[in-house]
C-alpha cells in the first residue's frame, strides 16, 4: 500500500529492482537516473559503501509529478539478493509496492535467476507462510549481448514468468526497455490504488 498523505495529497511508492548478483539491478538504476531530466529526480545513494562493509542497497528518489491530482514520489531500490542484505531486504520488500525483476537472458545464468525469483518469493512471504500479492514486471536484460548467448523471450517467459507478469526486452547499458518496464510497473501500482483513493482520501 502505497504511503498517503490525504492532507498534502501527497503518494509515496516503494519499488524494489530484485534480482541475482550481477544480473544488472545497479546498472538499472543508473540507466533510469541517466534518463529522467535532473528535476525529477534525486541522486543514487549506495548504502553501505562508505562504512567499509559491502553494499546493501541502491536508492534512487523520483518525482513523477502530480497524477490524477496526486503529488506522487518513488523510492526506488536495488537490493542484492544475497546474505549479508537479509534484513535489508526483509524491509525494502515488506514495504514494496512493486516490483522490477530483473533477470539476466543469457543462457548460462537461468539457475541464479531461478534461485534468485525463489528467494523473492521467500522473502514476500508472510510471518503464516502466505506469499504478499505485489505487482510484478519482469525485465530481461542484456540483451545487447551475442544472440546466442541469450534465452528467447519465450524461454524466459516459460522458466520465469508463470503468472505472465508483463515481460520486457532490456539493455540497461543501451537504456532500451528499462523505462517502459518502469511505467508498467507504475501504472499498474496506481490501478491498484485507485479504488481506495475513490472511496478514502
Ligand atoms: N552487456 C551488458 N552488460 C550489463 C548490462 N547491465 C549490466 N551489465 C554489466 O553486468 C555487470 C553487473 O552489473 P551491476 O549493475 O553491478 O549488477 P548488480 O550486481 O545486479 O547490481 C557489470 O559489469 C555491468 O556493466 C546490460 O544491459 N548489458
Ligand atoms: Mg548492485
Known amino acids: ?14 519499488l524494489a529492482v530484485y534480482g ?7 546498472t538499472i538504476l543508473h540507466c533510469i537516473q541517466d534518463r529522467v531530466t535532473p528535476e525529477r529526480r534525486g541522486n543514487i545513494n ?10 546493501l542497497l541502491d536508492w534512487l528518489p523520483l518525482e513523477l509529478g502530480r497524477i490524477s ?5 518513488v ?23 512493486g ?22 518469493r521467500d522473502n514476500l512471504d508472510d510471518r503464516d507462510g502466505h506469499a504478499r500479492d505485489v505487482p510484478m514486471v519482469l525485465l530481461y536484460t542484456k540483451h545487447d549481448l551475442p544472440a546466442e548467448l541469450l534465452l528467447t523471450r519465450s524461454a524466459l517467459n516459460q522458466e520465469l514468468n508463470a503468472r505472465a507478469a508483463p515481460d520486457f526486452v532490456c ?3 543501451r537504456g532500451e526497455g528499462v523505462l517502459e518496464a518502469l511505467h508498467s510497473v507504475i501504472a499498474i501500482v496506481m490501478r491498484q490504488f485507485a479504488p ?3 472511496n478514502g482520501a
Not at 76 to 88: E, M
Not at 99 to 111: H, P, T, V, Y
Open 20 to 26: 541475482a548478483p550481477k544480473v544488472g539491478k545497479t
Open 171 to 173: 539493455s540497461a547499458l
Open 99 to 120: 516490483i522490477l525483476f530483473a533477470a539476466d537472458a543469457q543462457a548460462g545464468r537461468l539457475a541464479d535467476n531461478l534461485t534468485a525469483l525463489r528467494s523473492l
Open 69 to 73: 491530482g496526486w503529488q506522487t514520489r
Open 1 to 14: 500500500m502505497p504511503h498517503i498523505d490525504a492532507e498534502r495529497r501527497e503518494l509515496m511508492l516503494t
Open 75 to 97: 523510492h526506488l531500490y536495488a537490493i542484492p539478493d544475497q546474505r549479508h542484505a537479509d534484513a535489508t531486504r526483509r524491509v525494502i520488500l515488506g514495504d514494496a509496492d
Open 196 to 198: 481506495t483513493r475513490r
Open 46 to 55: 549506495p548504502f553501505g559503501t562508505d562504512a567499509g562493509v559491502a553494499r
